[in-house]
């Protein structure tokens, strides 16, 4: 599998006309695709990784629910050392269709941070390997930190001034004079 440059490392799309009464996928990306989604997340490796997900119709549009399983390496962000890291995640996202009537550029959208509003899907197209490869993103550690692991504070020089490399330059001729 070549993959394109902007092509991103995980793409299984399903067109909302054909989910009917449901779509049941089940994304292994084989090493290659892994290697691409490592780079993409900066792990240092990820092994393994399988996202089951089902979509189907939902009550204001569709529900696509799933469970993420990866088995994946991070680098300690302390010592730099390998972290090896589990990863089970079930999820569950509500989608709705844009509505062809609602003019983006009249209407004033108010977000608010604590809405969990559905996702709108666009140009009628799902790409479900973008959302397992979101759960996985969600279920990294931002800062990991091996077990243990202690940042030390270096000491701070004693004396902090900028002309104080100076003083190196200073000969004992210039103080007799």
Do not use: H
Request: glycine share 6%; aromatic share 4%; with cysteine.
């Amino acid at each position: 599998m070549n993959a394109q440059p902007n092509q991103p490392p995980l793409s299984d799309i399903v067109r909302v006309n054909q989910i009917g009464a449901g779509v049941n996928r089940t994304l292994t990306p084989d090493a290659e695709a892994r290697r691409r989604i490592a780079r993409e997340l900066d792990l240092a490796a990820l092994d393994a990784f399988e996202a089951v997900l089902t979509l189907a119709p939902g009550e204001t549009g569709w529900r696509l629910t799933g469970r993420v399983t990866a088995e994946a390496v991070q680098s300690c962000g302390l010592t730099l050392e390998p972290l090896p890291v589990s990863i089970d995640r079930d999820f569950v996202i509500e989608l709705v269709e844009r509505a062809e009537d609602a003019d983006a550029d009249d209407e004033e959208i108010e977000i608010l941070l604590e809405d969990e509003a559905p996702d709108v899907i666009e140009d009628g197209r799902i790409d479900l390997g973008q959302y397992a490869l979101e759960q996985l993103a969600l279920s990294l550690d931002p800062f990991p930190r091996k077990p243990g692991a202690e940042f030390v504070q270096p000491p701070e020089p004693a004396e902090i001034n900028p002309f104080a490399v100076l003083k190196t330059f200073k000969t004992k001729d210039d103080g007799e004079g």
